[in-house]
């Protein structure tokens, strides 16, 4: 075993930092945190959240009781019965409100872009909730956020990317979302300014990837919405420093067995982007691990809730502590005969394996029954696991026979094409044992690991 663990030092490396960062430890970290908390840069941050259906709260028509409570301060801009398009940021009935969901009335059509662009619960005031509790925490007197949700349901990025060309046919309207999300910090800082306040953009918030499954062109594009986002409401805000690009990875596209045989392009895009643009864009994670609704792509309201408090545990370590945080993810591949061992990032030690999810591969691609997500493949011809095994930040996949290199690894890659109740089609059972507890739901939140696949040397 020691033999094997000792090889990862010539491993194949994906360009991760340090758990820590690269923080001090110890106490001087502690002061570090707080004295960070307590700068805030403005007296109302914005957080821009942006999409297709899940970032407007498809399948979640009824928000919890929590959400539809003000909390710390919060905010949303409400149009006051103003008629938008034309986007005007000086009309006089546009105000400041306390952040409740639902962020503004439901759509009745399909397609529809803002206003009418809410379909449920978001993820917003969960995730505000969650970065001002731990900033306060922190030794903040406040973290005062306002969110814009802008996205689109199920438009992919050329809809919601400044290039966009809003199209209106009858009840339905598509791309808006750009011009709106200018439109709301126009008038937000309008309004910050006329009551002695800063406004500043904290974050990009992409909740997206189901329609660009198949796009290769998809993390350039993130890319260039980020960097478009940065120019354009600078431009509003005065604000010189970049701020980052959230994500989380889709799961639910292409549905079929085997189809794509492996990872979708946005969902490996969308962990690949915060390696490959590190000062740009951080992956918050998976979202396998939440409840889906019935048609096995959208959340539940309690996943949404859930989605929001990861968004803003890592926002809180990413923006207001200024941390490079990374997900849980694979840092190193080697093989040895039948075993393949992957080292992880672990953002809070140690690994274990989840006990609520069912087993993957147990109907379809039953070669991979045992590997708790974990996939082989040579081509399109799956390799048969026997176990998985963690060992300390590693996790051995031992499989029937020799693996040969150019076999690609995978892990909550591929699809069965069966439904299961409330679970994605595409999941793993590897997390980290992160303790954060979510101000919505009460429930600790660990770490899962990204679905990815990658090469074996």
Request: a negative charge; hydrophobic letters at 40%; proline letters at 8%.
């Amino acid at each position: 075993m020691f033999s094997i663990l000792g090889i990862l030092s010539s491993s194949m490396v994906f360009g991760c930092v340090p758990a820590d960062g690269g923080a001090p430890a110890g106490e001087a970290r502690a002061e570090q945190a707080v004295g960070a908390a307590r700068r805030s840069r403005f007296d109302i941050t914005g957080i821009i959240g942006t999409g297709q259906s899940l970032s407007v709260g498809m399948d979640a028509p009824t928000p919890s009781a929590a959400a539809m409570q003000p909390h710390f301060g919060n905010l949303k801009l409400d149009l006051g019965g103003a008629q938008v398009p034309p986007f005007d940021p000086s009309a006089p009935s546009l105000s400041l409100v306390p952040l409740v969901e639902p962020i503004r009335p439901f759509a009745t059509t399909f397609p529809s872009a803002y206003p009418a662009n809410i379909y449920g619960e978001t993820p917003h005031a969960a995730m505000a909730a969650q970065v001002t509790a731990m900033a306060e925490r922190a030794g903040a007197r406040d973290y005062v956020q306002l969110h814009t949700v802008v996205g689109e349901n199920g438009q992919g990025m050329s809809v919601i990317d400044k290039a966009a060309t809003e199209v209106d046919v009858g009840a339905t309207s598509t791309g808006r979302a750009y011009a709106a999300t200018l439109f709301e910090a126009s008038a937000i800082q309008r309004l910050a300014t006329a009551g002695g306040k800063t406004y500043g953009i904290g974050a990009i918030v992409l909740t997206h990837g189901e329609t660009d499954a198949g796009n290769t062109q998809y993390e350039a594009q993130m890319i260039q919405l980020w960097s478009d986002y940065n120019h354009d409401l600078g431009a509003i805000t005065g604000q010189t420093a970049m701020f980052p690009l959230i994500t989380s990875q889709q799961h639910g596209i292409p549905f079929a067995a085997g189809q794509q045989f492996g990872m979708p392009v946005s969902t490996q895009a969308e962990w690949q982007i915060g390696n490959d643009h590190p000062e740009a864009a951080v992956c918050s994670g998976p979202k396998y691990q939440y409840p889906y609704a019935a048609d096995d792509l959208h959340l539940v309201m309690h996943g949404y809730e859930l989605l929001g408090e990861k968004y803003g545990e890592v926002y809180f370590q990413r923006v207001v502590l200024g941390r490079p945080w990374q997900p849980l993810q694979p840092t190193a591949v080697h093989r040895i005969g039948r075993i393949v061992a992957v080292q992880f990032h672990v953002p809070d030690p140690p690994l274990a394996w989840d006990t609520t999810l069912p087993e993957p591969h147990q109907t379809a691609l039953t070669e991979w029954s045992k590997g708790r997500g974990f996939e082989l493949r040579q081509g399109a011809t799956p390799l048969a696991i026997t176990t998985v095994l963690i060992v300390g930040d590693t996790v051995l996949i031992v499989a029937a026979a020799d693996v040969p290199a150019g076999a690609t690894l995978g892990y909550a890659a591929t699809s069965d094409g069966v439904a299961l109740p409330g679970v994605s089609v595409r999941w793993g059972k590897l997390r980290d044992s992160d303790r954060t507890v979510g101000v919505f739901t009460g429930q600790a939140q660990p770490n899962y690991a990204v679905a990815f696949e990658l090469p074996v040397p």
